[in-house]
């Protein structure tokens, strides 16, 4: 089967930088993703690595290691609308599994 | 502007009623997906269809079903509603074929169960 992990919960100062990690268990998929939910929202697309290295979009990277099952989101210059649930989730043949999720509270 | 859309966004409803939980989206994407969020347990998937009579099994399809008449429709059935079903819905849905990193989600539907 496949499965992800994430910390649970991840508390950071505004301004800051914060590292979400995702590590992971496959036998094969094409590539990992992010996605960011306000409490209450509906989820919505952040990033996508199906290579390994950083990919930059503004405030937001997101990093993969297939050799280490292992990525990384990226939150610079940390705001407090970024307090959120932030997701990772493998991309398989035609469908997503998502990890349990991440609760980033960015504080004042 | 393309959305997906979901109706009721609150239900409440009796164990043993039947429920349907309507999706709609104007993206013209061929790929619909329904999954479930609980606390603690992430995004689940129950079903999902790649197109007009496709569907297909999530990992959580159990008192559960799905059918595609058109794109633009995926509604969820529970046949016969059980307290455990009661969880935060969300449809999504997303282009293409293979590869599937982006998705969209429509706005959710609360339901209880009773």
């Known amino acids: 089967g496949q499965s992800l992990e994430q910390p649970s919960e991840v508390t950071a100062v505004e301004g800051a930088i914060v590292q979400i990690n995702c590590t992971y268990q496959?036998?094969?998929?094409?590539?990992l993703s992010w996605y960011q939910q306000h409490d209450g929202g509906a989820p919505t697309f952040l990033s996508y690595?199906?290579?390994?290295g950083l990919e930059e979009t503004g405030r937001f990277s997101s990093f993969l290691s297939r050799s280490d099952s292992y990525g990384y989101l990226l939150l610079q210059e940390l705001q407090m609308k970024d307090s959120a649930s932030y997701f990772c989730?493998?991309?398989?043949?035609?469908?997503?599994?998502f990890g349990q999720g991440t609760t980033l509270q960015v504080k004042p | 502007d393309a959305e997906i859309t979901q109706s009721p966004r609150h239900k409440i409803t009796e164990t043993g009623r039947q429920v349907t939980l309507a999706c709609h989206q104007t993206w013209n994407h061929n790929n619909m997906f329904w999954y479930r969020q609980d606390l603690g347990h992430g995004l689940r998937l129950i079903h999902y269809?790649?197109?007009?009579?496709?569907?297909n099994k999530g990992e959580v399809s159990d008192g559960y079903s799905v059918s595609r008449s058109n794109t633009e429709d995926l509604p969820l059935t529970l046949e016969s509603a059980a307290s455990s079903q009661t969880s935060v819905y969300f449809c999504?849905?997303?282009?293409?074929?293979?590869?599937?990193?982006?998705?969209?989600f429509g706005p959710g539907t609360r339901l209880t169960v009773t």
């Open positions: 999504a849905s997303s282009e293409g074929s293979g590869t599937v990193y982006e998705q969209y």
């Open positions: 690595n199906a290579l390994d």
């Open positions: 269809s790649y197109g007009v009579h496709d569907t």
């Open positions: 989730a493998l991309s398989n043949t035609g469908k997503l599994i």
């Open positions: 496959t036998s094969g998929f094409y590539g």
